[in-house]
C-alpha cells in the first residue's frame, strides 16, 4: 500500500516525522535508486527499495498473512446475524484486524487465508490469476466415472456451465468414497452444486491446497503465518527479502477445545 515517505521513514524508527522531513527535502532519501525531494511522495514499503543516505531502511512489515485450518461450523464473515462463531475468533493473538481472502462454506473446513493486505487480496482473487483450489470431498455411496468426467468436463448451473476442472478418485470405503476437484473459479457453493449436478450427496468438503500452497498438517483450528517467499509466489511476484516478516509459528488456538468436541464449534448454536 502506497504511504508518505517521511511517514515510512519515521514508521522505521530511525528519526522523527519532522527529521524525516528534512531528510527527503536534504536530498538523502532515494526510492527504487531514484532521489526523492518532494514532500508528500509516497511509496509503497512493501514492494519499493527505500534509502535514506544510501542504506536500505528496516521496516518491520505490518502485513499479516495467515493460513487457517478452517473447521466446520464456523463462518468466513466478520459479524453474524446468527451469532454464529466466526473464523476471526480462532485468531485472538493476531495483532491486527485480518480479512478472510474469499470464502469457505459454513461447513465447509481447511485451508482459508486470511490478511490486511487488500491489494494482495484482490490479486489472488481476481479471475485472470486463475489459482489452482483443490477440495477433498467425501460423497455418500459409490462414485462412478460418468460422473467424474461429467464434472471434469463441465456442469451446467444455474450461472451457467463450469470451467474443466481435474477430478479424481482419492479413496473408496465402504460407505463413502473420496473425490479431489481441482477448480479455479470461485462461484459460490461451487463444489457443492457441481457434486449435485452429477447426483452426488456431499458428507464433508475440505479445501486441501490454493495455488502453490497445501494445508499440511495444521489440525483444525490452527494457523501460522505465511512466509516472504509463499506470499509472492501465490501472487506471482518474485521472491525478494528486504523486510522483516512476521516469524513462522503454529498457533494453537481453540484447537485442542476444537478436537475435543469432535471437529465442531463448542459453545454456540450449529447451524
Ligand atoms: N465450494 C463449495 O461448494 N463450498 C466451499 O466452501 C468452497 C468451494
Same mark, same amino acid.
Given at each position: 500500500?502506497?504511504? $508518505?515517505?517521511?511517514?515510512?521513514?519515521?514508521?522505521?524508527?530511525?528519526?522523527?516525522?519532522?527529521?524525516?522531513?528534512?531528510?527527503?527535502?536534504?536530498?538523502?532519501?532515494?526510492?527504487?535508486?531514484?532521489?526523492?525531494?518532494?514532500?508528500?511522495?509516497?511509496?509503497?514499503?512493501?514492494?519499493?527499495?527505500?534509502?535514506?543516505?544510501?542504506?536500505?531502511?528496516?521496516?518491520?512489515?505490518?502485513? @499479516? &498473512?495467515?493460513?487457517?485450518?478452517?473447521? #466446520?461450523? &464456523?463462518?468466513?464473515?466478520?459479524?453474524?446475524?446468527?451469532?454464529?462463531?466466526?473464523?476471526?475468533?480462532?485468531?485472538?493473538?493476531?495483532?491486527d484486524r485480518v480479512y478472510p481472502v474469499g470464502r469457505l462454506d459454513y461447513n465447509t473446513e481447511g485451508l482459508l487465508l486470511l490478511t490486511n493486505d487488500g491489494d494482495w487480496a484482490n490479486r489472488l482473487m481476481? #479471475?485472470?490469476?486463475?489459482?489452482?483450489?483443490? &477440495?477433498?470431498? %467425501?460423497? $455418500?455411496?459409490?462414485?462412478?466415472?460418468?460422473?467424474?468426467? %461429467?464434472?471434469?468436463?463441465?456442469?451446467?448451473?444455474?450461472?451457467?456451465?463450469?470451467?474443466?476442472?481435474?477430478?479424481?478418485?482419492?479413496?473408496?470405503?465402504?460407505?463413502?468414497?473420496?473425490?479431489?476437484?481441482?477448480?479455479?473459479?470461485?462461484?459460490? %457453493?461451487?463444489?457443492? %452444486?457441481?457434486?449435485?449436478?452429477?447426483?452426488?450427496?456431499?458428507?464433508?468438503?475440505?479445501?486441501?491446497?490454493?495455488?502453490?500452497?497445501? @494445508?499440511?498438517?495444521?489440525?483444525?483450528?490452527?494457523?501460522? &503465518?505465511?512466509?516472504?517467499?509463499?506470499? $509472492?509466489?501465490?501472487?506471482?511476484? #518474485?521472491?525478494?527479502?528486504?523486510?522483516?516478516? =512476521?516469524?513462522? $509459528?503454529?498457533?494453537? =488456538?481453540?484447537?485442542?477445545?476444537?478436537?475435543?468436541?469432535?471437529?465442531?464449534?463448542?459453545?454456540?448454536?450449529?447451524?
Open positions: 500500500m502506497l504511504e $508518505r515517505l517521511q511517514k515510512i521513514i519515521s514508521a522505521a524508527g530511525i528519526t522523527s516525522r519532522r527529521a524525516s522531513e528534512a531528510l527527503i527535502l536534504n536530498g538523502q532519501v532515494a526510492v527504487n535508486g531514484v532521489v526523492v525531494t518532494e514532500l508528500g511522495s509516497k511509496a509503497d514499503p512493501d514492494k519499493d527499495t527505500i534509502t535514506v543516505d544510501g542504506k536500505p531502511l528496516k521496516i518491520e512489515s505490518h502485513r @499479516l &498473512y495467515i493460513l487457517l485450518n478452517k473447521p #466446520p461450523g &464456523y463462518i468466513t464473515a466478520l459479524k453474524d446475524s446468527q451469532d454464529r462463531p466466526l473464523v476471526t475468533d480462532l485468531l485472538k493473538d493476531v495483532p481476481h #479471475p485472470r490469476h486463475e489459482i489452482e483450489k483443490e &477440495y477433498h470431498v %467425501r460423497v $455418500r455411496g459409490k462414485v462412478i466415472d460418468q460422473q467424474l468426467k %461429467r464434472m471434469a468436463e463441465g456442469v451446467e448451473l444455474e450461472d451457467g456451465k463450469t470451467a474443466p476442472a481435474v477430478v479424481s478418485l482419492v479413496k473408496s470405503g465402504e460407505q463413502n468414497d473420496w473425490i479431489s476437484v481441482a477448480i479455479h473459479e470461485g462461484r459460490n %457453493r461451487q463444489v457443492r %452444486r457441481m457434486c449435485e449436478a452429477v447426483s452426488l450427496s456431499v458428507v464433508r468438503l475440505k479445501r486441501i491446497r490454493y495455488g502453490s500452497l497445501m @494445508l499440511g498438517t495444521l489440525r483444525a483450528g490452527q494457523f501460522r &503465518y505465511l512466509s516472504d517467499a509463499e506470499v $509472492r509466489e501465490l501472487s506471482g511476484e #518474485p521472491a525478494k527479502s528486504l523486510f522483516v516478516r =512476521q516469524p513462522q $509459528r503454529e498457533v494453537s =488456538q481453540k484447537a485442542a477445545r476444537t478436537e475435543r468436541s469432535g471437529g465442531k464449534a463448542s459453545g454456540r448454536r450449529q447451524q
